[in-house]
């Protein structure tokens, strides 16, 4: 597709479960981010990849959080054994390269619910 | 510390051009200018971005201080869909000190 793709776009799970969201970037694209944003909130990172490079996972909040990136292409971020506090917007985006030059494309975002 | 300062909020009227400020004293060399906006209950849009000179596009200008400690991002006929948060963000290169977003101005726009 043209843009960034995120799924679910919506889930709602249980205290304790684990959940996967997905994220396809752009086609090309070697950059991706994913955030999270609490209601009313701003921003939050949570870790960034660029090509084969070991990714920045020094946003990740707990133990909990863990993101991988298969072929430099599709994303996965996994919540294992969620907590009400994990609710939020999780989103992510994707750019040509790391450099400044480079904008960024957001996908819409998975809203995660727990209960 | 943040590297940018912008208003917290900034009113218009539609069908008139808007100019929203942006202070980045600390720049360095290396880092480019990006703005991103964020409409409600939607992920951020890509607005603009510039390291030296001014850039349009079919969505804004931005216009670069020639010292580049300040810019200011220009959109020339506001309408109702342009009410969003616009963040300007200094952006050399990814990871936790890359794409960072602030607090940003919430735009409002009157019919």
């Known amino acids: 597709g043209a843009g960034v793709s995120q799924s679910p776009s919506n889930k709602v799970t249980e205290k304790g479960k684990d959940v996967e969201l997905r994220c396809d970037p752009i086609s090309g694209h070697t950059a991706l981010y994913w955030y999270r944003q609490s209601l009313g909130q701003g921003l939050e990172f949570l870790i960034y990849f660029q090509g084969n490079s070991a990714p920045d996972k020094s946003g990740l909040p707990s133990d909990r959080f863990s993101a991988e990136r298969t072929g430099g292409s599709v994303s996965t971020l996994t919540i294992q054994r969620t907590q009400q506090e994990d609710s939020a917007v999780y989103l992510c985006?994707?750019?040509?390269?790391?450099?400044?030059?480079?904008?960024?494309?957001f996908g819409s975002g998975t809203r995660l619910t727990v209960v | 510390d943040a590297k940018t300062t912008q208003p917290n909020s900034m009113e218009s009227n539609e069908e008139e051009p808007v100019h929203l400020p942006c202070n980045h004293s600390?720049?360095?060399?290396?880092?480019?200018i990006h703005w991103y906006r964020q409409l409600p209950s939607q992920g951020p849009e890509y607005v603009i971005h510039?390291?030296?000179s001014n850039v349009n596009n079919r969505m804004a200008s931005l216009a670069i201080a020639e010292d580049r400690k300040s810019s200011t991002l220009i959109l020339h006929r506001a309408t109702l869909r342009d009410a969003a948060v616009y963040y300007c963000i200094l952006y050399s290169g990814g990871g936790a000190d890359g794409l960072t977003f602030g607090k940003g101005t919430h735009l409002i726009i009157q019919p």
């Open positions: 985006a994707s750019s040509l390269g790391s450099a400044g030059g480079y904008g960024y494309t």
């Open positions: 510039g390291l030296t």
């Open positions: 600390t720049i360095s060399g290396t880092d480019y």
